[in-house]
C-alpha cells in the first residue's frame, strides 16, 4: 500500500460520493487529473475498497453504473478522513497496509477530531502549486464576519495541528499568505499555469524557523532556552516542539521566530516546561499567564 493508492482510493470515493458513474467515466476523470489507472486497476481498487473499508460499492449492468450505497452507519467523511490520515503514514507501507485492513474492526481508533471539511481542495491546491497556477480563493476567516476574496498563487501545502494549510503568494497585497483550507469556501482557476511556477523552496525557508505555521513580519530569530521536568523531557525528546530542539540535562535549546503557536504550546505544557531565556520571551509567557489567571481568579 503507497501514497499514490490511497489518494486514488479517496478521489474514487469523492467521484462515487458525488453520484453514479459509469467505469469509462470514472476512468476519464482520475487520468484526466494525472492519476496512473486503467480498466483493471480500477476494478481491483472498487473491489479492495468494499473489502477494506467496508464501502458498498454495486455494479447497476442495466445503467451501466457503479454506485455507493450506505456505508454501514459510518459517515462517509469519516471514512474520507481516514483516509487522509492513512495516506500521511504510507512512507511505510506495511503500517498503512495494517491500518487500512482494521480501518472498520473494533479494534482499531483513529482520533476523531478533524477539521471539518477543506480537503476536497487539496487535489486542486497541490496542482496549482505544482504547476503555478493562479486562483480566485473565497476564504472565511475567523477574525471576520463576511467572507473576502483573493487572487492568490498557491506555492506550498504544510500541516499543522489537525489542518491543512497553503501558502502563497496574495496579488493585491503582493505579499504572502497562509490559508486554512477548512475555511476555504470557493477555489476558481483564473489563469493558465505560468512557465515559471514559484520557487517552494522559498517558502520551506520561510516556514523552517517557525512553530506552526503562522509567520509574523520582522520577528527576529531567537535562541530560546526551557526547562523541562523529567517526565515532560521525555515526551519532548520523543515529540520535539520544533526541528531545531537539542537537549542538555534538563535544557532544551529551540532557534525560532516566537509566534503565536510556540506560545500556544508553552502554555499549553503549564508548570512542566519553564522559559529561561531570552527575557523578552519569559515575559510574554508570564504575561499571558496572569490574563489566563484573571479569568479564574474571583
Known amino acids: 500500500m503507497n501514497l499514490a493508492t490511497l489518494n486514488r482510493w479517496h478521489r474514487t470515493i469523492?467521484?462515487?460520493?458525488?453520484?453514479?458513474?459509469?467505469?469509462?467515466?470514472?476512468?476519464?476523470?482520475?487520468?484526466?487529473?494525472?492519476?496512473?489507472t486503467s480498466a483493471r486497476t480500477l476494478e481491483r481498487d472498487l473491489a479492495e475498497i468494499t473489502q477494506a473499508?467496508?464501502?458498498?460499492?454495486?455494479?447497476?449492468?442495466?445503467?451501466?453504473?457503479?454506485?455507493?450505497?450506505?456505508a454501514h452507519g459510518e459517515d462517509l467523511t469519516e471514512i474520507q478522513d481516514k483516509l487522509q490520515i492513512l495516506s500521511r503514514l504510507s512512507q511505510s507501507g506495511d503500517v498503512a497496509t495494517q491500518l487500512v485492513r482494521f480501518a472498520q474492526k473494533p479494534c482499531l481508533r483513529l482520533d476523531p477530531i478533524q477539521p471539518k471539511g477543506g480537503t476536497e481542495y487539496l487535489q486542486p491546491l497541490l496542482d496549482a502549486a505544482d504547476?503555478?497556477?493562479?486562483?480566485?480563493?473565497?476564504?472565511?476567516?475567523?477574525?471576520?464576519?463576511?467572507?473576502?476574496?483573493?487572487?492568490f498563487e498557491p506555492a506550498l501545502l504544510t500541516e499543522w495541528g489537525y489542518r491543512w494549510y497553503v501558502c502563497g503568494y496574495y496579488q493585491e497585497r503582493a505579499e504572502v499568505r497562509v490559508f486554512a483550507l477548512d475555511r476555504i469556501q470557493q477555489l476558481e482557476q483564473l489563469e493558465a499555469p505560468k512557465e515559471d511556477p514559484q520557487d517552494q523552496d522559498d517558502y520551506r525557508r520561510m516556514l523552517e524557523p517557525v512553530v506552526g505555521v503562522t509567520v509574523q513580519a520582522g520577528a527576529p530569530l531567537l535562541e530560546v532556552e526551557l526547562r523541562a521536568s523529567p517526565s515532560q523531557m521525555l515526551y519532548l525528546q520523543s515529540v520535539?516542539?520544533?526541528?531545531?530542539?537539542?537537549?542538555d540535562g534538563d535544557r532544551v535549546f529551540l532557534t525560532i521566530r516566537?509566534?503565536?503557536?510556540?506560545?500556544?504550546?508553552?502554555?499549553r505544557l503549564g508548570k512542566e516546561v519553564e522559559v529561561l531565556a531570552p527575557a523578552e520571551v519569559r515575559q510574554e509567557v508570564a504575561r499571558q499567564l496572569r490574563e489566563a489567571w484573571a479569568v479564574y481568579a474571583d
Do not use: C
Request: net charge positive; proline share 6%; no cysteine.
Open 258 to 267: 516566537p509566534n503565536v503557536e510556540f506560545y500556544q504550546e508553552v502554555i
Open 14 to 36: 469523492q467521484l462515487l460520493k458525488a453520484r453514479p458513474r459509469t467505469k469509462a467515466e470514472l476512468l476519464d476523470r482520475l487520468q484526466d487529473e494525472d492519476f496512473r
Open 240 to 247: 520535539p516542539l520544533h526541528t531545531s530542539q537539542r537537549t
Open 53 to 70: 473499508l467496508g464501502l458498498p460499492i454495486s455494479y447497476d449492468r442495466k445503467r451501466n453504473q457503479y454506485t455507493l450505497g450506505n
Open 131 to 151: 504547476r503555478g497556477g493562479v486562483l480566485r480563493l473565497t476564504y472565511q476567516s475567523f477574525k471576520r464576519q463576511e467572507p473576502r476574496t483573493y487572487t
